[in-house]
């Protein structure tokens, strides 16, 4: 399984954009990146999933470079709500997903 | 909004006693998983089932931890004799194929706290 690397924690204030950097060197290539969300006493919320180039749905966009090694996920305008740990993950297939320790996401009034 | 349901959502049990978790997987979906999250780390994966087959429990305890997946009714979950390193969040999820890039959806766990 692929590791990630992401920053342990983040601040950001209401309305801004934020920008969530994931690093992923050993990445193969039938690997998707995916992006969870997870607030506490829940669980993981998908948010979005790509393999190249760029991804956009309704809450998120995820840019990913070509050589693969990194991935940004884009929460444009947060609010007070988006506050909650975001985890990167490379997945092949639908095994066993590894979770790191994720990026700790706090927006600040 | 039938999502993957868990239940019961919290759990005591003493030390000793038999925890069973139950996971009934988004309709149509015929992959579970579980996961085990200890406070302030991320998921830890446990094992992962078809409709009666374990695929993969390279994640979970040899001693003690069962799992179960049957032709009907939820999954379960089954720590016997349990300890108090076995409080945890469980968490259970689901997909509906092995395919690569299918993403898993998750229920919002069940909190074991062993007395």
């Known amino acids: 399984l692929a590791k990630t690397t992401q920053p342990i924690s983040m601040d950001s204030y209401e309305g801004q954009e934020v920008n969530i950097t994931c690093s992923h060197n050993n990445i193969a290539t039938n690997d998707y990146i995916t992006w969870y969300q997870q607030f506490p006493s829940q669980g993981p919320r998908f948010i979005i999933q790509g393999y190249k180039t760029k991804v956009t749905n309704e809450v998120a966009s995820l840019f990913i470079p070509a050589d693969r090694k990194s991935s940004t996920l884009s929460l444009p305008r947060v609010s007070l709500s988006d506050t909650a740990v975001y985890y990167c993950?490379?997945?092949?297939?639908?095994?066993?997903?590894?979770f790191g320790t994720g990026t700790r996401l706090t927006v600040i009034p | 909004n039938a999502g993957v349901m868990q239940n019961p959502r919290h759990l005591v049990r003493r030390r000793g006693q038999e925890a069973r978790l139950r996971c009934s997987p988004m309709?149509?979906?015929?992959?579970v998983y579980w996961y085990r999250q200890l406070p302030e780390e991320g998921l830890k994966f446990m094992v992962y089932l078809q409709k009666e087959n374990i695929i993969d429990e390279s994640g979970m305890p040899k001693e003690r931890f069962s799992a179960e997946f049957p032709k009907e009714g939820p999954s379960i979950l089954r720590i016997q004799q349990v300890v108090r390193g076995d409080s945890a969040a469980y968490f259970c999820?689901?997909?509906?194929?092995?395919?690569?890039?299918?993403?898993?959806?998750f229920g919002d766990g069940t909190r074991l706290s062993i007395l």
């Open positions: 309709k149509g979906h015929s992959h």
């Open positions: 999820a689901s997909s509906p194929r092995d395919r690569a890039g299918q993403p898993q959806h």
């Open positions: 993950l490379v997945q092949t297939g639908a095994n066993n997903l590894f």
